[in-house]
């Protein structure tokens, strides 16, 4: 299927990224700037703002750090934040990936932080230079994750079911792939529940519905902006009916939280409301901090349906923008990759689109770019939330 950089754990990436992560906002410029003077459009920045700890961004920097896609990494540390740099260097390197930590405090500074920095940068890529191999890709090692964001009436009708149809055919030609998020699936669980691989993971897709409702509530606000009723939405039920049908057809096999990757193909729910009351406020504050989730839990790119036009991508892995507005596309077409607009004009069919769109995806894992990598985007957000490491239930049966 395509020509991977094979890990030394054995996992198999579609790209090779350096990435360079700020351990604390302090540490941000000075990882910025090593990023911008390398000048390199596979060395991307990431990182975490808070200097207090937090097990979930620990564990969310583990998983994205040693992402199949990321062949070697630069920490940045201001060094006095909480984050457990010396932890997160030992999990790097004992995934057979090259790492260097910086500490600013102790280099000099500012220009000497940078320096040191980018120094790092370049013997990081030389060793993956020399420790490369390349090897046959098969559709059973591919990971797919898809959201919306910036839905409108038409979300529902063409693009979310078109990659309901591509969700189909990646499924039955072997592929991972990952739907969320559970905010937006209020009122669906019982049709997921049917879909269902088992029992046990019917009880934790309507514990997680459940628990999703139960979140917001308590935040006081749905997952429903004024640009959805704008875009012609008029309810959540209606919007999480439209969201829904991304997830295709086929057997849900488990459900998952971020950070954790599922152990054998098939499809799954990724859960991102924490299963207690709220502590850091909204589960996903913006489109970015769901496709980082998504990332972290394995997929190599992510399908990312938009009524209303959306301009981002993400560092790590590729996302493909999916409209199935034709206005936002005549509008935003430089951003959008997939036009799935001609369905509501009568011009293609569901299963056209889901076809190009299987296509596209292959394309993309053989090494072409989205129209986000190609315009530079490499969006990342990372903030503090608390959600336990094993969901309600986590990939329990499967198939």
Known sequence: ?????????????????????????????????????????????????????????????????????????????????????????????????????????????????????????????????????????????????????????????????????????????????????????????????????????????NVSIANAESYYRAMGYGSFSPGNAEGGLSTLEEKSAGAYVKSGSRPIDGVIRPAEQPDKPGLYLLDVVPAEAPRFGFPNIADNAEIVELISCGAHLTLFTTGRGSVVGSVIAPVVKITGNPETYARMHEDMDVDAGRIMLGEATLDEVGDELFQLVLAIARGEHSKSEALGHREFILNYKSIDAIGPSCHPGGR
Do not use: W
């Open 1 to 205: 299927m395509a020509d991977a950089y094979l890990r030394a754990d054995g996992r198999k990436g579609i790209r090779n990224v350096v990435a360079v992560v700020y351990l604390v906002e302090c540490a941000h410029h000075v990882a910025r700037r090593v990023v911008d003077r390398a000048d390199d459009p596979d060395v991307h920045l990431l990182g975490f703002p808070g200097c207090y700890p937090n097990d979930y961004s620990l564990r969310m920097m583990k998983a994205l750090t040693t992402h199949p896609n990321v062949g070697g990494a630069v920490l940045v540390s201001l060094g006095c934040e909480g984050f457990d740099r010396e932890g997160l260097g030992a999990f790097i390197s004992n995934s057979g990936r090259p790492v260097e930590t910086v500490v600013i405090q102790e280099v000099g500074g500012t220009r000497s932080g940078i320096d040191v920095a980018l120094e790092a940068v370049k013997r990081v890529q030389s060793v993956m230079r020399e420790t490369e191999i390349r090897v046959p890709m098969t559709m059973a090692e591919l990971s797919i994750g898809t959201i919306c964001g910036g839905s409108d009436g038409t979300s529902g009708i063409a693009a979310n079911p078109a990659v309901g149809r591509a969700f189909d055919r990646l499924i039955d030609a072997g592929a991972t792939c990952i739907f969320e998020e559970t905010g937006e699936m209020i009122g669906c669980e019982g049709a997921m529940s049917v879909r269902a691989a088992s029992p046990d993971v019917a009880e934790a897709i």
